[in-house]
């Protein structure tokens, strides 16, 4: 195992000589997660002015395609190459793509810009959470992990209100055009702590790309089918699942479908919570503004508890002493947050008080921050010498193809309510979603 895997006395990311490359992370992982939530907030407003209604879902859709084909194979390049040319090629892959996105003419223009920027988010990821690996002694990277969930927190709270006042006041394409100045200042501040090329002796699979190139293509065709809005949809959603299996399995570790104990283990894991809570956080607001009258400013608040709760879990599993066993905090959150999301789908139901499935959600927030950030812990710790930018790559696509099909495939079982009773169905997916966490706290991490 690598040297810099020994476990050392737990201080704090903050202080010398960690305080400008804690900056730097946090300030990358703030701006993952400002982009995202700001192009949700404004994205109804570029569609109308780029008259690109019919284009909607796949705004959504073509980021997430290209960080499948990045996250396929950054990993071994970072390795290769080192993080900080991994990092200044993510940086301006980036910010071309967020720029291209606000000058765009057109919707396609537009989506082009989209899938851009989606390639050079998912090697700024896989750079990050390598940067990680090499910068903090293991004790410290759990409190790493908890300031990167704290970053989310922030853009919960005052992102989508500020892409608002942001597209008010100059207009939408200024939500884009802002991003590279943070961008480049948060690489300014991490890239002292990137490292040059290593020693490492892997080569990069050209034929990964072909199969990253399949992957994402089939979550394409998943996300766009699943809208039944195409002739032969059924065909495209069949045809979308098949390659992204087929793709995914060539693509993930050997034993991830067996979930073998260790790396396949844990990604299984992280897969299915991440799954459960982006389930059923996209049918919530749905559920809390058309069962239970809530304002969209109101609904918005339930999940914004939810992500402080998301921090607070975090915060939990790199500071209380009695949760210092790794395997209990992931079985502990992810048995959290099964019974919380399967609470939740309370909201559907007439009579019961809404205090309860609100309370739910922010108790599954508090159980993924536990897990999640463990988990990420977990993987990074069966990295061998010159290999974290394989590990990391593969948890991150993991978590994007799991999370894109287990959408996808959602938006197939939704529309067939839509037209009768989108409660209904919006009610079982979030169910489902807390059966689907509850599959991984059997799974042997070790």
């Known amino acids: 195992m690598s040297s810099a895997l020994r476990t050392a006395p737990p201080g704090s990311p903050w202080a010398r000589p960690h305080l400008r490359t804690t900056v730097g992370v946090f300030s990358l992982a703030f701006l993952f997660a400002f982009e995202a939530l700001a192009v949700a907030t404004v994205m109804p407003e570029v569609a109308r002015d ?14 997430m395609a290209a960080s499948v084909v990045a996250l396929s194979v950054a990993g071994e390049w970072v390795d290769r190459h080192g993080t900080a ?5 993510g940086v301006l892959v980036f910010c071309v793509g967020v720029v291209l996105a606000g000058l765009a003419p057109s919707m396609e223009v537009f989506l082009a810009g989209r899938l851009v ?11 990050l959470y390598v940067v990680v690996a090499e910068s903090y002694p293991a004790g410290l990277r759990p409190r790493v992990f908890a300031v990167m969930t704290a970053a989310w927190v922030l853009p919960a709270l005052v992102g989508p209100l500020l892409a608002g006042v942001i597209a008010d006041l100059a207009g939408w394409r200024w939500v884009f055009l802002a991003v590279p100045a943070v961008a480049l200042a948060s690489w ?25 190139v399949l ?38 570790p050997p034993g991830t479908w067996r979930a073998r104990p260790g790396l396949p283990a844990v990604l299984v894991a992280r897969g299915l919570v991440g799954a459960s809570f982006a389930g059923a956080e996209a049918y919530l607001p749905l559920l809390l503004t058309t069962e239970r009258g809530l304002s969209l400013s109101q609904a ?12 607070l879990g975090a915060q939990a599993a790199a500071r209380v002493p009695s949760l210092s066993d790794e395997l209990l905090r992931v079985r502990l959150g992810t ?13 559907g139901v007439a009579g019961v008080p809404l205090v309860l499935p609100v309370a739910a959600w922010a108790v599954a927030g508090f159980g993924i921050g536990m897990a999640f950030s463990t988990l990420a812990v977990l993987a990074l710790a069966t990295a061998d010498d010159g290999e974290a930018g394989r ?53 042997r991490l070790r």
């Open 50 to 63: 780029l008259d690109g209604l019919p284009l909607y879902a796949l705004a959504f859709a073509a980021p």
């Open 85 to 89: 040319r991994a990092l200044v090629v």
């Open 117 to 127: 920027h989606g390639l050079g988010g998912g090697v700024m990821g896989v750079a």
């Open 188 to 212: 300014w501040l991490v890239r002292s702590a990137a490292a040059a090329p290593g020693e490492s002796s892997v080569a990069v699979d050209r034929r990964r790309l072909g199969w990253a």
């Open 215 to 252: 992957a994402a293509t089939g979550v394409s065709a998943l996300a766009v089918g699943g809208q039944r809005q195409l002739d032969g949809w059924l065909l495209l959603v069949v045809a979308g699942a098949g390659a992204a299996l087929l793709a995914a399995g060539r693509l993930l």
């Open 300 to 311: 918005g608040l339930v999940l914004t508890a939810a992500a402080v709760a998301w921090c």
């Open 335 to 347: 048995s959290l947050v099964a019974v919380a999301v399967a609470t939740t789908a309370t909201v």
């Open 391 to 443: 590990v990391s790559s593969s948890l991150q696509l993991n978590d994007a193809l799991v999370q894109a099909f287990a959408m996808a495939l959602g938006a197939v079982v939704f529309a067939a309510f839509v037209g009768s009773s989108p409660a209904t169905g919006a009610t079982l997916l979030v169910l489902a979603s807390g059966a689907v966490a509850a599959a991984a706290v059997p799974l």
